[in-house]
């Protein structure tokens, strides 16, 4: 039989109680059962800022049969909370802490990230170490590019070794690829240009659009790693529509995810990180990431062709190629306003 509310007191201290009252059960001799449910808020010892809630709840039941009463008492063992205080957050609401296996999850996270990197810096040096003799005066542009005065020198030196050492550069120029996508580092424009520089077009093209699409799902995997619990601890809510909003378009996905990556509205590190934040799906966002960085690539890797001429990476880019671009991105969603218009002509 369900239980009504008959009144609320109000809190006393640090003490709420709630009196609720059945109606009579059958054959009790028409006694109404009432429960007295208290609970107490605990303020953490370790830390007086931090308020835990624990639900110690008490349930005092006393009926009355035909002049005949008895009271029962039973006492629930609460549940235990975490505190509300970011800054306790390791602590349980006695005080005590954490449970190891939130504990040890967080710190493997972590560790697992820390042996990614360490792995990077191993492929970086292999490529280095493999890597004919060089000049030198040429070992000071065997450096990440940051402008495109570095891209520049740098391609000025691969090109004097790419006709001998053809892999060898192409591996080279792979690896750094994937290394900026992953940890989301800026500079990977600059490898896109040289890449028009020193390859043909159409490998060129491959290379990056596959570069893009691996090291953006590298950084996808550690954003589920480490970023996903960050997040959610300082924006649970919001995660939560954002995440609602991606599971109402779960089956147009991969047209978004093109669009995004066409057009110049996000930067495509953001969309890295939030991706596995909201549920997008690894195989759509690789995919969709992979079609959808070839526009602008194919734009920056035809700049490449004329290296020498470019006085800067917006040379790259004009107002005519991010008209091209967004309008092609517009195209991208042309599928998905389709299908929800056949969608509703048959329902």
């Not at 090109?159 to 053809?166: A, G, I, L, S, T």
Request: aromatic share 12%; glycine share 8%; net charge positive.
């Amino acid at each position: 039989m369900s239980e009504e509310v008959i009144s609320t007191a109000a809190a006393v201290g640090r003490r709420d109680l709630f009196v609720f009252s059945s109606p009579p059960r059958l054959g009790s001799g028409g006694g109404r059962v009432t429960k007295i449910y208290q609970r107490e808020e605990i303020r953490s010892a370790s830390s007086p800022s931090a308020v835990a809630s624990s639900s110690s709840l008490t349930a005092v039941a006393s009926s009355s049969a035909g002049g005949l009463g008895g009271t029962r008492s039973a006492t629930v063992r609460p549940r235990p909370a975490t505190a509300t205080n970011g800054s306790s957050n390791d602590q349980t609401a006695n005080g005590g802490p954490r449970s190891t296996e939130s504990i040890g999850s967080s710190s493997h996270s972590f560790l697992f990230l820390g042996l990614i990197f360490v792995f990077s810096l191993i492929a970086l040096f292999w490529v280095y170490s493999t890597f004919p003799n060089l000049e030198p005066d040429e070992k000071q542009y065997i450096k990440l590019p940051r402008n495109i005065d570095d891209a520049k020198m740098l391609g000025g030196v691969l090109n004097r070794y790419k006709d001998k050492y053809y892999m060898n550069v192409l591996c080279g120029v792979f690896v750094v690829y994937i290394f900026l996508q992953t940890f989301a580092i800026p500079g990977s424009i600059f490898l896109s240009i040289l890449s028009g520089f020193l390859f043909p077009f159409w490998l060129a093209l491959l290379l990056v659009c596959f570069c893009s699409a691996t090291g953006a799902s590298f950084c996808y995997g550690l954003s589920w790693l480490v970023g996903r619990r960050i997040i959610y601890k300082y924006f649970p809510e919001r995660v939560d529509q954002w995440s609602a909003t991606v599971n109402s378009h779960r089956d147009n996905i991969l047209n978004y995810i093109i669009f995004l990556r066409i057009t110049p509205f996000l930067p495509n590190w953001f969309i890295n990180i939030t991706s596995p934040v909201l549920g997008v799906p690894l195989i759509p966002f690789w995919t969709g990431t992979f079609i959808g960085v070839a526009p602008p690539s194919f734009v920056a890797i035809q700049a490449g062709t004329t290296l020498n001429q470019l006085t800067s990476s917006s040379d790259a880019l004009s107002w005519t190629s991010l008209i091209v671009l967004v309008v092609l991105g517009l195209l991208s969603l042309i599928p998905v306003l389709m299908k929800d218009r056949l969608k509703r002509k048959f329902e």
